[in-house]
Nanobody
Framework: QVQLVESGGDLVQAGGSLRLSCAAS????????MGWYRQAPGKQREVIAT????????LYADSVKGRFTISGDNAKNTVTLQMNSLKPEDTAVYYC??????????WGKGTLVTVSS
């Protein structure tokens, strides 16, 4: 079992920045990938950034490439999403996800990011 707790969501003006954090606990050694997803009102949940826990390799959705940065701290069992140049269309609930070596997926409860125009 893996438990994930997100923090850092807030109301911010367009063009501003936010930093989201996800703290993982439980079977940390079983985690292969961690990532951030988001779900806007009336839309499906979408993946926006992932990181390979061992190699550090990252992938980004085109919509956030160049603006968002995902990073991991294996010592603290955290993954962070630095979001810059925020746009109103970035408004969503942001979820942390962990994928284990046995392809089990775990989710946090989410943190709300609201970007005002």
């Amino acid at each position: 079992q893996v438990q994930l707790v997100e923090s850092g969501g807030d109301l911010v003006q367009a063009g501003g920045s936010l930093r989201l954090s996800c703290a993982a606990s439980g079977s940390i050694s079983s985690i292969k990938y961690m990532g951030w997803y988001r779900q806007a009102p009336g839309k499906q949940r979408e993946v926006i950034a992932t990181i390979n826990k061992s190699s550090g390799n990252t992938l980004y959705a085109d919509s956030v490439k160049g603006r968002f940065t995902i990073s991991g701290d294996n010592a603290k069992n955290t993954v962070t999403l630095q979001m810059n140049s925020l746009k109103p269309e970035d408004t969503a609930v942001y979820y942390c996800n962990a994928q284990t070596l046995s392809n089990l997926g775990y989710w946090g409860k989410g943190t709300l990011v609201t970007v005002s125009s």
